[in-house]
């Protein structure tokens, strides 16, 4: 089975535009988390999607928003991009809501660079 | 703010040391995972521990959820340069069990 896929691998893009990273969860997963890893740190949660409605939320400015589609795929947009906002995105997906007993899948990221 | 603390930030030993990372917390946390990330790759996940005490092996691998569930530690024997890697500690807690509190990981070389 894939795993968790996200796409594009790496963008770069300048202060002020948008964009938009896209994320294809595991066949039969329900659950998409979003998460920022700067470089040298770990994951900040950004976002989670159950069943195509928001369940959590991370500390994040308006600018970032998502959705969840029909078919469990999800997508993270990020508005008015600021040089702050490069970093690696991560998606991750699980069957469940729970961390504990819906272990997280990530996928390998996509690498944001913001000149 | 609920931080998880890890340490060593960095660790660089021969092949055939045995090491530990530690992960501390101020707070109590419902379970903790530890994960595994390789340059260019997202985390893996290792092992998720909830109860107290609990110790957790995974081959060469030794996790513990301290008593009062608000540390752990990893314990690498005989370290091998395939487990070179940046591991990472995240912790839920039992109001939100959605949201993973993570540290900032130990970034670990093992040098043949």
């Known amino acids: 089975d894939a795993g968790v896929t996200q796409s594009p691998t790496h963008l770069i893009k300048t202060r002020g535009q948008q964009v938009t990273l896209r994320c294809s969860p595991i066949?039969?997963?329900?659950?998409v988390s979003w998460y920022q890893q700067v470089l040298g740190q770990g994951p900040q949660f950004i976002f989670q999607?159950?069943?195509?409605?928001?369940?959590g939320r991370g500390n994040f400015p308006d600018r970032f928003s998502a959705r969840q589609f029909p078919n469990y795929s999800s997508e993270l947009n990020v508005n008015a991009l600021l040089l702050g906002d490069s970093a690696l995105y991560l998606c991750?997906?699980?069957?469940?809501?729970?961390?504990?007993?819906?272990?997280?899948?990530f996928g390998n990221g996509t690498r944001l660079t913001v000149t | 703010t609920q931080l998880l603390e890890q340490s060593p930030q960095f660790l660089s030993i021969q092949e055939g040391e045995n090491l530990t990372v530690y992960c501390n917390s101020s707070?109590?946390?419902?379970?903790l995972q530890w994960y595994r990330q390789e340059p260019g790759e997202g985390p893996v996940l290792l092992v998720t521990?909830?109860?107290g005490g609990e110790v957790k092996k995974l081959k060469r691998l030794t996790f513990q959820f301290g008593d009062a569930r608000k540390d752990s530690s990893l314990h690498i024997t005989a370290a091998q340069p395939g487990d070179t890697g940046l591991y990472l500690c995240?912790?839920?807690?039992?109001?939100?069990?959605?949201?993973?509190?993570w540290g900032l990981g130990t970034s670990l070389a093992v040098n043949p």
């Open positions: 991750a997906s699980s069957s469940g809501q729970g961390v504990y007993n819906s272990p997280l899948h």
């Open positions: 066949s039969g997963h329900k659950s």
């Open positions: 999607y159950y069943e195509k409605e928001e369940r």
């Open positions: 707070s109590v946390f419902s379970s």
């Open positions: 521990v909830v109860t």
């Open positions: 995240a912790g839920a807690h039992a109001g939100n069990n959605r949201k993973l509190i």
